[in-house]
C-alpha cells in the first residue's frame, strides 16, 4: 500500500456519502411531476440512514415516521451483490445486496451511498468466511478445515464407488 492510499476500513461507515443525496435529487428530477413526492421521501432516508459494521454482524437503521432496523450476524449471510445503475456509475455510486437463506426473493438488506463498495463487499466476504469456520483462502490452494472426518469419509466412498464403476471393478 503506497503512502496516497489508504486502507479500507467498514467499520469507520456510518453515514451514507453526500453524494448519495445528489444522486437522489437527479433521479428526482427525472421522476417529473412526482418530484416533490420522491425527493421528500429520499432526503428522509438520506438524513436517517445509518450503518454500523461490527464483529458480530452489520445494524441498518432508517425512516422518521416509520422506523426499520435491520441487524444481520456475519453468519447469517448468504451472498453478497454489487449493482452500479448508468446515474450510479456516473456519481461513483453502487448499492451493495446482502442476501440471506430468507424465503424471500429480494435481499435482506441493502446498503447504499457507499463509495467503495467492492471493498466493502470483500470485507463482507471475508467476514462471512471467518464467521462459518472456513479458510479464507480459496481457489487452488486452499485446505480443507482440518479434522473433517464426514469429508474424508465422503471421499473414501467416492474413491471406492469409482474403483467399482471402472472397467474390471471388483463386485
Not at 16 to 22: A, E, G, K, W
Not at 40 to 50: A, D, G, M
Not at 91 to 101: D, E, K, P, W
Request: glycine share 8%.
Amino acid at each position: 500500500m503506497s503512502d496516497g492510499e489508504k486502507a479500507f476500513d467498514a467499520r469507520a461507515i456510518t453515514r451514507p456519502d453526500p453524494t448519495l443525496m445528489r444522486y437522489y435529487l437527479v433521479v428526482a428530477i427525472l421522476t417529473g411531476p412526482l418530484f416533490p413526492i420522491f425527493i421528500v421521501e429520499r432526503y428522509c432516508r438520506y438524513r436517517t440512514l445509518r450503518y454500523r459494521f461490527d464483529d458480530e454482524g452489520v445494524w441498518m437503521s432508517w425512516g422518521l415516521l416509520f422506523k426499520r432496523e435491520i441487524n444481520l450476524t456475519y453468519r447469517r449471510i448468504q451472498d453478497i451483490h454489487v449493482s452500479r445503475g448508468l446515474i450510479q456509475r456516473w456519481f461513483g455510486l453502487a448499492v451493495v445486496q446482502i442476501q440471506t437463506a430468507s424465503a424471500s426473493a429480494t435481499p435482506e438488506m441493502t446498503i447504499e451511498g457507499v463509495l467503495e463498495a467492492d471493498a466493502l463487499r470483500d470485507f463482507l466476504y471475508q467476514r462471512m468466511r471467518g464467521a462459518r469456520g472456513e479458510p479464507e483462502e480459496t481457489g487452488a490452494g486452499a485446505t480443507p478445515v482440518e479434522g473433517d472426518e464426514l469429508l474424508e469419509t465422503l471421499r473414501e466412498v467416492r474413491d471406492a464407488l469409482r474403483a467399482l464403476a471402472a472397467p474390471g471393478g471388483a463386485a
